[in-house]
Protein backbone atom coordinates (compact mmCIF):
# COMPACT_ATOMS: atom_id res chain seq x y z
CA UNK A 1 0.00 0.00 0.00
CA UNK A 2 1.27 3.27 -1.22
CA UNK A 3 -0.78 6.32 -0.22
CA UNK A 4 1.33 9.88 -1.23
CA UNK A 5 -1.03 13.01 0.28
CA UNK A 6 1.60 15.29 0.60
CA UNK A 7 1.25 17.06 -2.52
CA UNK A 8 1.97 20.46 -1.17
CA UNK A 9 6.00 19.42 -1.05
CA UNK A 10 5.59 18.20 -4.51
CA UNK A 11 3.96 16.17 -6.90
CA UNK A 12 4.49 12.88 -9.16
CA UNK A 13 5.03 14.11 -12.29
CA UNK A 14 2.64 13.11 -14.85
CA UNK A 15 5.26 12.94 -18.30
CA UNK A 16 3.61 10.48 -20.78
CA UNK A 17 5.91 9.99 -24.09
CA UNK A 18 7.60 13.82 -23.50
CA UNK A 19 10.91 12.34 -22.29
CA UNK A 20 11.38 10.45 -25.21
CA UNK A 21 10.49 13.17 -27.48
CA UNK A 22 12.76 15.51 -25.37
CA UNK A 23 15.92 12.72 -26.25
CA UNK A 24 14.56 12.49 -30.11
CA UNK A 25 13.96 16.25 -31.02
CA UNK A 26 13.65 18.51 -27.66
CA UNK A 27 17.32 18.35 -26.79
CA UNK A 28 18.94 21.07 -28.56
CA UNK A 29 20.02 24.57 -27.36
CA UNK A 30 17.83 26.73 -27.32
CA UNK A 31 20.62 29.72 -27.88
CA UNK A 32 21.80 27.94 -31.07
CA UNK A 33 21.38 29.56 -34.52
CA UNK A 34 20.28 26.40 -36.26
CA UNK A 35 16.23 25.14 -37.02
CA UNK A 36 16.09 22.97 -34.41
CA UNK A 37 17.43 24.86 -31.76
CA UNK A 38 15.02 27.65 -33.00
CA UNK A 39 12.09 25.28 -32.53
CA UNK A 40 13.14 24.32 -28.76
CA UNK A 41 13.25 28.00 -28.13
CA UNK A 42 9.85 28.71 -29.84
CA UNK A 43 8.95 25.96 -26.88
CA UNK A 44 9.80 28.16 -24.13
CA UNK A 45 7.96 30.81 -25.65
CA UNK A 46 5.06 28.99 -25.57
CA UNK A 47 5.10 28.37 -21.94
CA UNK A 48 6.46 31.89 -21.22
CA UNK A 49 3.34 33.41 -23.08
CA UNK A 50 0.92 30.90 -21.19
CA UNK A 51 2.07 31.77 -18.08
CA UNK A 52 1.67 35.51 -18.53
CA UNK A 53 -1.88 33.85 -19.43
CA UNK A 54 -3.02 32.22 -16.47
CA UNK A 55 -1.52 34.57 -14.45
CA UNK A 56 -2.94 37.78 -15.69
CA UNK A 57 0.34 39.89 -15.35
CA UNK A 58 1.52 41.71 -18.66
CA UNK A 59 5.00 41.45 -19.06
CA UNK A 60 8.19 39.49 -19.20
CA UNK A 61 8.73 35.75 -17.83
CA UNK A 62 11.77 34.58 -15.94
CA UNK A 63 12.88 30.93 -16.13
CA UNK A 64 14.39 30.17 -12.81
CA UNK A 65 15.48 26.65 -10.80
CA UNK A 66 12.24 26.89 -8.49
CA UNK A 67 9.83 29.16 -6.98
CA UNK A 68 12.55 29.39 -4.25
CA UNK A 69 15.03 30.99 -6.62
CA UNK A 70 12.29 33.14 -8.20
CA UNK A 71 11.58 34.60 -4.87
CA UNK A 72 14.76 35.66 -4.40
CA UNK A 73 15.13 37.34 -7.16
CA UNK A 74 12.45 39.34 -7.19
CA UNK A 75 13.04 40.54 -3.35
CA UNK A 76 17.03 40.92 -4.15
CA UNK A 77 15.52 43.18 -7.19
CA UNK A 78 13.89 45.37 -4.91
CA UNK A 79 16.67 46.14 -2.38
CA UNK A 80 18.05 49.53 -1.62
CA UNK A 81 20.25 49.56 1.78
CA UNK A 82 17.61 51.70 4.37
CA UNK A 83 14.61 50.99 2.48
CA UNK A 84 11.82 50.00 4.05
CA UNK A 85 10.33 46.25 3.33
CA UNK A 86 6.84 44.78 4.51
CA UNK A 87 6.24 40.60 4.73
CA UNK A 88 3.97 38.46 6.60
CA UNK A 89 4.92 36.47 9.38
CA UNK A 90 3.82 33.45 7.87
CA UNK A 91 5.50 33.47 4.04
CA UNK A 92 7.68 30.51 3.15
CA UNK A 93 11.12 30.25 3.93
CA UNK A 94 12.47 31.14 0.98
CA UNK A 95 10.80 34.48 0.94
CA UNK A 96 10.65 34.63 5.04
CA UNK A 97 14.66 33.95 5.36
CA UNK A 98 15.31 36.61 2.19
CA UNK A 99 13.80 39.18 3.91
CA UNK A 100 16.37 38.16 7.34
CA UNK A 101 19.21 38.36 4.70
CA UNK A 102 18.33 41.66 3.68
CA UNK A 103 18.10 42.89 7.34
CA UNK A 104 21.39 42.01 8.01
CA UNK A 105 22.13 44.68 4.85
CA UNK A 106 20.70 47.36 6.41
CA UNK A 107 17.27 47.64 5.81
CA UNK A 108 14.08 47.80 7.84
CA UNK A 109 10.98 44.86 7.40
CA UNK A 110 7.76 44.96 9.19
CA UNK A 111 6.32 41.23 9.45
CA UNK A 112 2.65 41.14 9.98
CA UNK A 113 0.84 38.68 11.43
CA UNK A 114 -2.63 36.77 10.27
CA UNK A 115 -6.39 37.29 11.78
CA UNK A 116 -7.38 33.51 11.21
CA UNK A 117 -4.72 32.43 9.26
CA UNK A 118 -4.97 34.70 6.57
CA UNK A 119 -3.31 38.73 6.23
CA UNK A 120 -5.05 41.43 6.04
CA UNK A 121 -5.13 44.63 3.32
CA UNK A 122 -5.46 47.07 5.95
CA UNK A 123 -2.73 45.51 8.55
CA UNK A 124 -0.48 45.69 5.24
CA UNK A 125 -1.18 49.19 4.11
CA UNK A 126 -1.24 50.27 7.83
CA UNK A 127 2.86 49.64 7.62
CA UNK A 128 3.36 51.14 4.19
CA UNK A 129 5.67 54.15 4.61
CA UNK A 130 7.37 56.82 1.93
CA UNK A 131 10.26 54.14 1.85
CA UNK A 132 8.57 51.06 1.37
CA UNK A 133 10.36 49.58 -1.39
CA UNK A 134 8.31 46.29 -1.60
CA UNK A 135 5.33 44.23 -0.27
CA UNK A 136 5.76 40.49 -0.04
CA UNK A 137 2.69 38.70 0.33
CA UNK A 138 2.06 35.30 -0.54
CA UNK A 139 -1.26 33.90 -2.75
CA UNK A 140 -2.06 31.00 -0.88
CA UNK A 141 -0.24 29.50 2.51
CA UNK A 142 1.54 26.44 1.53
CA UNK A 143 1.06 25.00 5.08
CA UNK A 144 -2.67 25.90 6.16
CA UNK A 145 -3.92 26.67 2.38
CA UNK A 146 -4.93 29.84 3.37
CA UNK A 147 -5.76 32.02 0.12
CA UNK A 148 -5.01 35.95 0.63
CA UNK A 149 -6.73 38.53 -1.36
CA UNK A 150 -3.38 39.85 -3.09
CA UNK A 151 -5.22 42.21 -5.04
CA UNK A 152 -6.80 44.10 -2.62
CA UNK A 153 -3.94 43.97 -0.82
CA UNK A 154 -1.74 45.35 -3.72
CA UNK A 155 -4.35 47.95 -4.27
CA UNK A 156 -4.14 49.27 -0.39
CA UNK A 157 -0.67 49.23 -0.44
CA UNK A 158 -0.26 51.20 -3.64
CA UNK A 159 -2.98 53.74 -2.53
CA UNK A 160 -0.71 54.74 0.40
CA UNK A 161 2.66 54.51 -2.19
CA UNK A 162 2.76 54.00 -6.12
CA UNK A 163 6.00 53.47 -6.14
CA UNK A 164 6.12 50.46 -3.64
CA UNK A 165 6.52 47.18 -5.31
CA UNK A 166 4.46 44.23 -4.87
CA UNK A 167 5.27 40.46 -4.89
CA UNK A 168 3.35 38.01 -4.47
CA UNK A 169 4.71 33.53 -3.87
CA UNK A 170 2.32 31.66 -5.96
CA UNK A 171 3.55 28.29 -5.79
CA UNK A 172 0.66 26.89 -3.92
CA UNK A 173 -1.80 29.07 -6.02
CA UNK A 174 -0.89 27.68 -9.96
CA UNK A 175 -3.50 25.27 -11.01
CA UNK A 176 -5.37 25.32 -8.00
CA UNK A 177 -7.08 28.36 -8.01
CA UNK A 178 -8.09 31.09 -10.79
CA UNK A 179 -5.14 33.40 -9.91
CA UNK A 180 -6.67 36.27 -12.99
CA UNK A 181 -4.17 39.01 -11.29
CA UNK A 182 -5.64 40.83 -14.97
CA UNK A 183 -5.70 44.75 -14.32
CA UNK A 184 -4.44 44.25 -10.60
CA UNK A 185 -1.15 46.16 -9.52
CA UNK A 186 0.83 42.67 -8.41
CA UNK A 187 4.23 43.26 -10.21
CA UNK A 188 6.20 40.01 -9.63
CA UNK A 189 4.58 36.60 -9.08
CA UNK A 190 6.31 33.37 -8.55
CA UNK A 191 5.28 29.86 -9.82
CA UNK A 192 6.91 26.46 -9.69
CA UNK A 193 6.76 23.45 -12.08
CA UNK A 194 7.28 20.29 -9.57
CA UNK A 195 3.86 21.61 -7.41
CA UNK A 196 1.26 21.08 -10.51
CA UNK A 197 3.04 17.30 -11.76
CA UNK A 198 5.95 18.46 -13.59
CA UNK A 199 9.69 18.42 -13.67
CA UNK A 200 11.89 19.63 -10.19
CA UNK A 201 14.31 22.15 -11.46
CA UNK A 202 12.25 24.90 -13.21
CA UNK A 203 10.55 27.80 -11.82
CA UNK A 204 9.32 31.25 -13.15
CA UNK A 205 9.61 34.90 -11.89
CA UNK A 206 6.31 36.96 -14.04
CA UNK A 207 7.30 40.43 -14.09
CA UNK A 208 5.28 43.29 -15.41
CA UNK A 209 6.66 45.78 -17.98
CA UNK A 210 8.92 48.15 -16.59
CA UNK A 211 9.72 46.99 -13.71
CA UNK A 212 13.15 46.07 -12.44
CA UNK A 213 14.84 42.89 -12.06
CA UNK A 214 18.33 42.31 -11.05
CA UNK A 215 20.36 39.66 -11.95
CA UNK A 216 21.81 36.67 -9.25
CA UNK A 217 24.07 35.41 -11.24
CA UNK A 218 26.61 36.43 -13.95
CA UNK A 219 28.04 35.21 -17.15
CA UNK A 220 25.61 34.83 -20.10
CA UNK A 221 23.12 36.19 -22.25
CA UNK A 222 20.39 33.33 -21.65
CA UNK A 223 17.27 34.98 -20.23
CA UNK A 224 18.01 38.35 -21.55
CA UNK A 225 21.35 37.91 -19.09
CA UNK A 226 18.88 37.82 -15.91
CA UNK A 227 19.54 34.09 -15.72
CA UNK A 228 22.55 33.04 -17.51
CA UNK A 229 23.69 29.22 -18.11
CA UNK A 230 21.90 26.50 -20.60
CA UNK A 231 18.02 26.51 -19.90
CA UNK A 232 16.55 23.77 -18.44
CA UNK A 233 14.65 22.83 -21.51
CA UNK A 234 13.29 19.41 -20.54
CA UNK A 235 11.97 21.27 -17.32
CA UNK A 236 10.60 24.24 -19.43
CA UNK A 237 8.39 21.82 -21.71
CA UNK A 238 7.15 20.09 -18.54
CA UNK A 239 6.09 23.07 -17.17
CA UNK A 240 3.77 23.56 -20.41
CA UNK A 241 2.53 20.18 -20.84
CA UNK A 242 1.11 20.76 -16.92
CA UNK A 243 -0.21 24.11 -17.80
CA UNK A 244 -2.05 22.73 -20.53
CA UNK A 245 -3.31 19.60 -19.29
CA UNK A 246 -7.05 19.49 -18.50
CA UNK A 247 -7.48 19.77 -14.83
CA UNK A 248 -9.55 17.54 -12.58
CA UNK A 249 -11.67 20.80 -10.91
CA UNK A 250 -11.74 21.82 -7.80
CA UNK A 251 -15.11 20.06 -6.79
CA UNK A 252 -13.33 16.73 -6.67
CA UNK A 253 -10.71 17.99 -4.56
CA UNK A 254 -13.38 19.78 -2.36
CA UNK A 255 -14.99 16.20 -1.91
CA UNK A 256 -11.90 14.73 -0.86
CA UNK A 257 -11.30 17.81 1.73
CA UNK A 258 -14.85 17.68 3.41
CA UNK A 259 -14.41 14.04 3.60
CA UNK A 260 -10.79 14.10 5.05
CA UNK A 261 -11.82 17.22 7.86
CA UNK A 262 -15.53 15.46 8.70
CA UNK A 263 -13.10 12.46 9.68
CA UNK A 264 -10.20 14.62 11.68
CA UNK A 265 -13.58 16.03 13.61
CA UNK A 266 -13.83 12.15 14.97
CA UNK A 267 -10.16 12.40 16.30
CA UNK A 268 -10.40 13.58 19.56
CA UNK A 269 -8.04 17.06 20.52
CA UNK A 270 -7.89 17.25 16.56
CA UNK A 271 -8.09 20.78 15.76
CA UNK A 272 -8.46 22.16 11.52
CA UNK A 273 -6.22 24.95 10.80
CA UNK A 274 -7.21 25.42 7.64
CA UNK A 275 -9.58 28.40 7.36
CA UNK A 276 -13.08 28.63 5.12
CA UNK A 277 -11.12 31.16 2.59
CA UNK A 278 -8.61 28.39 1.69
CA UNK A 279 -8.04 25.88 -1.09
CA UNK A 280 -9.00 22.51 -1.09
CA UNK A 281 -6.09 20.76 -1.41
CA UNK A 282 -4.30 21.25 1.98
CA UNK A 283 -5.55 20.54 5.30
CA UNK A 284 -3.55 21.21 8.28
CA UNK A 285 -4.60 19.63 11.35
CA UNK A 286 -3.20 20.03 14.84
CA UNK A 287 -3.46 16.83 17.11
CA UNK A 288 -3.32 17.03 20.94
CA UNK A 289 -0.88 14.89 22.80
CA UNK A 290 1.33 13.58 19.81
CA UNK A 291 4.45 15.05 18.49
CA UNK A 292 4.15 15.38 14.42
CA UNK A 293 7.24 14.14 13.14
CA UNK A 294 6.79 10.89 15.25
CA UNK A 295 3.38 10.56 13.55
CA UNK A 296 4.56 11.07 10.22
CA UNK A 297 6.76 8.54 10.62
CA UNK A 298 4.33 5.79 12.20
CA UNK A 299 2.29 6.90 9.15
CA UNK A 300 5.11 6.47 6.79
CA UNK A 301 6.41 2.77 8.02
CA UNK A 302 2.91 1.66 6.92
CA UNK A 303 2.76 3.54 3.13
CA UNK A 304 0.96 6.36 4.18
CA UNK A 305 3.03 9.72 3.22
CA UNK A 306 1.74 12.79 4.93
CA UNK A 307 3.48 16.52 6.17
CA UNK A 308 4.70 18.42 9.11
CA UNK A 309 4.43 21.70 7.09
CA UNK A 310 7.01 23.49 4.65
CA UNK A 311 8.86 20.30 3.10
CA UNK A 312 12.38 22.81 3.69
CA UNK A 313 11.86 23.13 7.86
CA UNK A 314 11.97 19.25 8.56
CA UNK A 315 11.84 18.53 11.95
CA UNK A 316 11.28 21.93 13.42
CA UNK A 317 7.85 22.94 15.12
CA UNK A 318 6.40 25.26 12.48
CA UNK A 319 7.12 28.82 12.69
CA UNK A 320 3.54 29.30 10.14
CA UNK A 321 1.26 27.80 12.84
CA UNK A 322 3.03 29.63 15.91
CA UNK A 323 3.56 32.49 14.18
CA UNK A 324 -0.55 32.31 13.17
CA UNK A 325 -1.64 31.88 17.25
CA UNK A 326 -1.74 28.23 17.82
CA UNK A 327 -0.35 27.22 20.89
CA UNK A 328 2.85 25.45 21.02
CA UNK A 329 1.85 22.50 22.63
CA UNK A 330 -0.84 21.95 19.96
CA UNK A 331 1.60 23.22 16.96
CA UNK A 332 3.88 20.19 18.40
CA UNK A 333 1.58 18.34 16.68
CA UNK A 334 0.70 19.77 13.65
CA UNK A 335 0.23 17.89 10.20
CA UNK A 336 -0.41 18.98 6.66
CA UNK A 337 -2.43 16.53 4.47
CA UNK A 338 -1.96 17.55 1.00
CA UNK A 339 -3.85 16.10 -2.13
CA UNK A 340 -3.42 15.89 -5.57
CA UNK A 341 -5.15 14.87 -8.85
CA UNK A 342 -4.83 11.03 -8.15
CA UNK A 343 -5.87 11.43 -4.76
CA UNK A 344 -9.37 9.02 -4.57
CA UNK A 345 -11.94 9.18 -1.41
CA UNK A 346 -10.24 5.57 -0.59
CA UNK A 347 -6.72 7.06 -0.02
CA UNK A 348 -8.70 9.50 2.56
CA UNK A 349 -10.40 6.40 4.35
CA UNK A 350 -8.15 4.62 4.99
CA UNK A 351 -5.53 7.46 5.88
CA UNK A 352 -8.32 8.84 8.40
CA UNK A 353 -8.43 5.02 9.63
CA UNK A 354 -4.55 4.61 10.28
CA UNK A 355 -4.18 8.33 11.60
CA UNK A 356 -6.75 7.04 14.53
CA UNK A 357 -4.84 4.00 15.25
CA UNK A 358 -1.10 6.10 15.04
CA UNK A 359 -2.64 9.10 17.34
CA UNK A 360 -4.03 5.90 19.97
CA UNK A 361 -0.84 4.27 19.99
CA UNK A 362 1.18 7.05 20.34
CA UNK A 363 -1.12 8.43 23.33
CA UNK A 364 -0.88 5.43 25.31
CA UNK A 365 3.14 5.19 24.43
CA UNK A 366 3.34 8.97 26.18
CA UNK A 367 0.88 8.37 28.91
CA UNK A 368 3.20 5.03 30.76
Known sequence: ???????????????????????????????????????????????????????????????????????????????????????????????????????TMGANVDYVKPRDFC????????????????VSIMHVNNETGAVNDVRKIASAVKAKNARTLIHCDGVQALRKLDIGLLGSEVDYYSVSAHKINALKGVGALIVRKGKALRALHHGGEQEETLRPGTENTLGVQSFYSALIRESVGTAKIEQLR?????????????IVNTPKVSVPHI????????????????????????????????????????????ARELAEGTVRISMGERSTGNEIAVCLSELEIAVEQLRRFNRK
Open 258 to 270: DQLTKGLSKIEGA
Open 119 to 134: VNADDVAALVRENTAM
Open 1 to 103: MLIYLDNAATTKPILGDLVQKHVESGWYNPSAAYAPAARVFADMKKTREKLVDIVGIDGKVLFTSGGTEANNTAIMSAFKRDAHYITSAVEHPSVYAAFKHLE
Open 283 to 326: VSVSIEGVRAEVLVRLLGEKGIYIGTGAACSKGKISRVILKSGV
